[in-house]
Structure formats: structure tokens, C-alpha cells
């Protein structure tokens, strides 16, 4: 029996022999090269995504909290009592985009006690718990943990609310700098 080639015309000449892996092999590092340039490209397009659905969420949560605490005189002890007020204020209960477990750090209204202890007191806004650098600046800041949505803009110890008399226009003493529970009276010179 004899074996036929099925197309002779295209026998590799001594020269040519090899050239075919090297081209492939050329196409796939530049494959690859392209793929690295790609992934922080996408990852940069994810984050911004991230960020621009972080800062929806958190102003629908904060002016969920306004319009709550115009109902009902009060500012809730839980985001789900958004969703039981008639007719609901929040479509839903939206969850962190910046963290895996979606869970928010509240603020609340007044600071927990020595133990920490934050049951039953009113949530004036939320934060992300993420403490990566953003992509874009929000309210000035540039650390997505930093960027806070508030339905009160007077949080005490919070960036943007009472900083002692800084940004508030008040002339309140930070707490334990003379006038504030806790700290010294300022002297009369007179």
C-alpha cells in the first residue's frame, strides 16, 4: 500500500521550516502583553462603576432618612424601618457596593457610650466600611471609608458635621478644650 500526500505542492523548503511556530509564538506574547495592559484598565472601569452606584445608594439611603424623620419626627433605629413606614420610602434596603458583605457603617445621631453599644440609637446616615482610595473625589475626599451620606449635616466627630467650631460657622470648643463637658472653663482676663 502507498501512501499519498494530499497536497505535495506545499512541502516546507529548507529555509522555511520553523517559520510558522515563530509566528505564533510571536502572536501570543503579544497577546498576552495586550491582556496585562487590559486587566487594571478593567479593573479601573469595575471601581468606577463601584463608586458611581455607591454614591446613588448612599444619597437614596440619606434622603430616605430626611423624609423619614419629616413623617414620623424621628430618625429610625434600623434601615428597615424604611421599608415598613406607608408608602415606603426606599425602594429597598441597598447594601454597601464597595464590600463583599454590603453591610454600611451608621452614623448615628448622638455618640454610643463607653461600651459601644449602639442599639436602639437613630441612624442619621451611612458610610462604606471600604478603606480603599477612590477614583473619583466625593465631598472633597478621597478615601471611599471618608465619604459620608447623611440626612443631618451636624454629626458630631464626624468630617463635614461639628468639627468644633470648624466648618459649622459655630464657635464651639472641640469636646475636652475648655467650655465642653469634661474639659476647662476658659479664664476671664478681665
Same mark, same amino acid.
Given at each position: #500500500? $502507498? ?20 509566528? *505564533? /509564538?510571536?502572536?501570543? !506574547? !503579544? #497577546?498576552?502583553?495586550?491582556?496585562? @495592559?487590559?486587566?487594571? /484598565?478593567?479593573? =479601573? ?8 452606584? /455607591?454614591?446613588?445608594?448612599? $444619597?437614596?439611603?440619606?434622603?430616605? *432618612?430626611?423624609? &423619614?424623620?419629616?413623617? =414620623? +419626627?424621628?430618625?429610625? %433605629? ?11 420610602? *426606599?425602594?429597598? !434596603? &441597598?447594601?454597601?457596593?464597595? =464590600? ?6 451608621? *452614623?448615628?445621631?448622638?455618640?454610643? +457610650?463607653?461600651?459601644?453599644?449602639? %442599639?436602639? /440609637? ?6 462604606? @466600611? ?6 473619583? !473625589? &466625593? ?20 468630617? +463635614? +458635621? ?29
Amino acid at each position: #500500500m $502507498e501512501f499519498i500526500r494530499p497536497f505535495p505542492a506545499f512541502r516546507a523548503r529548507s529555509g522555511e521550516r520553523g517559520f510558522t511556530m515563530a509566528l *505564533l /509564538l510571536a502572536m501570543a !506574547v !503579544v #497577546m498576552v502583553i495586550l491582556t496585562a @495592559k487590559a486587566v487594571p /484598565l478593567a479593573r =479601573t472601569v469595575v471601581q468606577r462603576d463601584q463608586e458611581a452606584e /455607591l454614591v446613588f445608594r448612599g $444619597e437614596a439611603i440619606a434622603n430616605a *432618612l430626611r423624609i &423619614y424623620r419629616a413623617k =414620623t +419626627g424621628a430618625y429610625p %433605629t434600623d434601615l428597615n424601618d424604611l421599608m415598613k413606614a406607608k408608602p415606603h420610602i *426606599l425602594r429597598r !434596603v &441597598y447594601k454597601d457596593p464597595m =464590600t463583599r458583605e454590603g453591610d454600611w457603617d451608621y *452614623l448615628y445621631q448622638v455618640q454610643p +457610650g463607653a461600651a459601644g453599644d449602639t %442599639t436602639g /440609637l437613630p441612624i442619621v446616615g451611612v458610610r462604606s @466600611k471600604s478603606m480603599k482610595d477612590s477614583i473619583r !473625589v &466625593y465631598q472633597n475626599k478621597t478615601l471611599i471609608h471618608d465619604w459620608i451620606f447623611s440626612a443631618d449635616a451636624n454629626i458630631l466627630g464626624m468630617p +463635614g +458635621g461639628d468639627t468644633g467650631g470648624k466648618g459649622s460657622g459655630g464657635d464651639t470648643p472641640a469636646p475636652g478644650k475648655g467650655g465642653a463637658p469634661g474639659g476647662d472653663a476658659p479664664k476671664d482676663k478681665n
